[in-house]
């Protein structure tokens, strides 16, 4: 008896690990999907490449909403390392403006991880793709959080620095740990520097940063929601001379990047579009497997009275 009592739980969880598996396995299997909210194909379903050009010169980067993909360069390992199936040309054509890279340090070379998964890529790669874009698109600005990743040097400045010089130029970087404006980042990269040594753009720290990014099963994705949408509701309130950055994306053993994905982005969307008459400020949203409606939905949330509002215009229900 006592034993029967003892196995009882034991296999119960059993019986939930293995339910929690075959659940992600069914995501699996269903191929690739391209709905408003989520697409994992291989091209975005259209492109928006300009679309800071309308964004007055003189608003902070702080007060502009726009999209970003968590470890954006991510396309290879499997499913427990995959977050994005688009390459970097197509994420920024199709509207993305936050990348998020992540490299492993080995003897001053820069290569793309995540985690242990080599994504066949190297910074430079990087570098050159951010330079080619914003030489094509002046009008746009890059944002770009630098991470060291599967490697414990603890030292990748110098590394950072000469790759910059060979891949790109110093010109193209933003040499200032303040916020600039949309006039002072247009063709520029802003680096957000995740590692230590001297400035090379703002500290990534400086931002106020959402990433509860453990979510340990499926049956966790409400917490996780519930994370992203505290943080997207204290957006528009908060220090608007800081910029605000919230991950939707998350992942656990029994819980992969695009299992979370498929569960949170709806959420987000419809989050979103009962939003889309405000006029609110709500920071860089940082995706897994995002599509281009969501990404169009994203980049409509612009303070559209900012400019009048700081030379000190109040508009009250659109009277002035």
């Known amino acids: ?57 003189d608003q902070p980067l702080s007060e502009v909403t726009m999209p970003g993909t968590h470890n954006t360069m991510a396309l290879y390992g499997g499913v427990y390392a995959e977050c994005q199936t688009w390459s970097l040309a197509s994420q920024l054509r199709a509207g993305v403006r936050f990348l998020d890279i992540r490299v492993r340090h080995v003897k001053g070379n820069l290569t793309i991880h995540h985690g242990v998964s080599y994504q066949w890529a190297h910074f430079g790669q990087v570098l050159e793709g951010v330079a080619d874009f914003l030489g094509e698109y002046p009008s746009e600005t890059v944002l770009m959080r630098v991470k060291e990743e599967f490697s414990e040097t603890y030292d990748i400045y110098g590394a950072v620095v000469d790759h910059i010089h060979r891949y790109a130029n110093w010109d193209l970087l933003w040499h200032s740990r303040l916020v600039p404006t949309m006039g002072e980042a247009r063709g520029k990269l802003v680096v957000l520097q995740d590692f230590s040594g001297p400035d090379l753009g703002m500290h990534y720290g400086s931002l106020d940063i959402a ?74 949203v940082c995706m897994d497997f995002p599509a281009a409606p969501i990404i169009e939905m994203i980049i409509s949330f612009q303070l559209k009275e900012a400019k009048n509002s700081r030379n000190g215009i109040i508009t009250v229900s659109g009277k002035i």
Do not use: C
């Open 1 to 57: 008896m006592m034993g029967g009592i003892r196995g009882g739980p034991v296999k119960i969880q059993k019986r939930l690990i293995e339910l929690l598996v075959l659940v992600s396995i069914i995501d699996l299997t269903r191929g690739a999907i391209q709905r408003p909210d989520y697409d994992d194909t291989p091209d975005p379903e259209f492109l928006n490449p300009s679309w800071m050009a309308s964004i007055p010169d």
């Open 211 to 284: 990433d509860d990014w453990s979510v340990p099963t499926v049956l966790h994705v409400k917490e996780k929601w519930q994370s992203v949408y505290e943080h997207l509701e204290a957006a528009p309130a908060g220090n608007k001379a800081q910029i605000f950055l919230t991950f939707s994306s998350g992942a656990g053993v029994f819980a992969f990047p695009r299992a979370v994905a498929q569960r949170v982005n709806p959420q987000l969307h419809d989050y979103l579009r009962a939003k889309t008459d405000l006029n609110q400020r709500l920071g860089i």
